[in-house]
């Protein structure tokens, strides 16, 4: 019995070094970075935020969706300096009613409109018409909005979906 029991350690403690022997070592922790070089390469990380009078992308009611048909596309960057916008590409998604042949129900589909505009607001045609046509579950898409960064540096900035509600 105490045979196999001095067999059976001898295999283990055998097969543990040969184990502990074959195993990488680890390498050595890296020193950790300056905490003044990781700020100065998130300042460098240009980032935008694009408002349409004091809404980011979201679901608006209606009524605030009229009210803000005349207001002006804002771009700011992530030291809120604001930046003046060049143009944008506006699309309509509407919403429409018609009458399904094959099961006499109604249904809807979406009919999409746009334009480009040149500036940070939509054309006064365009404001007037939304403002009579609006629906609840439309969307108005600001998209493509270039703004003026410095001089000579023009810069594409994220899409502004709103959906009325």
Do not use: C, H
């Not at 969706?65 to 944008?88: G, Y």
């Not at 409109?113 to 006064?124: I, N």
């Not at 609006?134 to 709103?162: A, C, H, M, W």
């Amino acid at each position: 019995m105490t045979k196999q029991l001095l067999i059976t350690l001898a295999l283990f403690t055998g097969i543990s070094a040969t184990t502990a022997a074959q195993s990488k070592p680890k390498p050595p922790a890296k020193p950790a970075k300056p905490a003044a070089a990781t700020t100065s390469a998130a300042d460098k990380k240009l980032r935008f935020r694009t408002t349409w009078g004091i809404y980011l992308s979201d679901s608006i009611p209606r009524p605030e969706v009229l009210k803000i048909l005349d207001s002006a596309l804002v771009v700011r960057d992530q030291k809120n300096n604001k930046f003046p916008v060049v143009s944008f590409d506006f699309l309509y998604e509407a919403k429409e009613a018609y009458l399904n042949d094959t099961t006499s129900q109604v249904a809807f589909y979406t009919e999409t409109t746009g334009d480009s505009f040149t500036g940070d607001r939509l054309s006064d045609l365009w404001s007037n018409r939304l403002k009579e046509t609006v629906q609840k579950g439309e969307s108005l898409i600001f998209s493509n909005i270039v703004i003026k960064y410095t001089e000579d540096k023009f810069y594409r900035v994220p899409e502004l979906r709103i959906t009325v509600r």
